[in-house]
Structure formats: structure tokens, C-alpha cells
């Protein structure tokens, strides 16, 4: 795959925080999330608009959510190129 001078080589490019943190709640759950990932968004009656607030507002959390989604990703063989 050939990229253009104005593609972007982040990985993250083109995913919103909605979709990432939607896909990692359906591959681990809220429990999964919330025992790889320590933060009370993901433990105490979480949502997808709840974390999303949190994690907009928290730089280090919102930083482990994407390490996390990049490294399950990355580990599924089943995941399209």
C-alpha cells in the first residue's frame, strides 16, 4: 500500500473515540475494560457517553484506551488490513 504525501501515519487516523471505545467494550466488556484499563468510568455504571466525557477531558486515560486498542488490533488475526 502506497501512501500520499497527506495521508497520516498514525494508526489511530480516520477511528473516532466513539468507534474505538465501542469496539473495545464489544471484544472485552465493561469487566475486561475495566481490569486491563483502572479508571471508575469503565467500573461504576459505565456507558459509551459516560467514558466518553471522561476520557475527552483525561489525556492519560484516553491514551491507554488507544495503546489498548492498538495492541488488540494488532493481536487479531481476524482483523482486516
Same mark, same amino acid.
Not at 504525501?5 to 469487566?31: A, C, F, K, M, Q
Not at 484499563?37 to 483525561?58: A, G, Q, V, Y
Given at each position: 500500500?502506497? @501512501?500520499?504525501?497527506?495521508?497520516? &501515519?498514525?494508526?489511530?487516523?480516520? $477511528? ?7 469496539? !473495545?467494550?464489544? @471484544? ?9 484499563? &483502572? $479508571? ?7 456507558? $459509551? ?20 486498542? !492498538? ?11
Amino acid at each position: 500500500m502506497t @501512501h500520499s504525501p497527506t495521508s497520516s &501515519n498514525d494508526p489511530l487516523h480516520g $477511528i473516532t473515540l466513539e468507534r474505538l471505545l465501542t469496539e !473495545l467494550v464489544d @471484544h472485552y466488556g465493561w469487566p475486561g475494560l475495566a481490569q486491563r484499563i &483502572n $479508571i471508575n468510568c469503565f467500573k461504576s455504571d459505565p456507558s $459509551i457517553k459516560s467514558s466518553l466525557k471522561f476520557l475527552r477531558r483525561t489525556p492519560w486515560a484516553r491514551q491507554k484506551v488507544e495503546e489498548l486498542y !492498538l495492541d488488540t488490533q494488532h493481536n487479531n488475526p481476524w482483523k482486516q488490513p
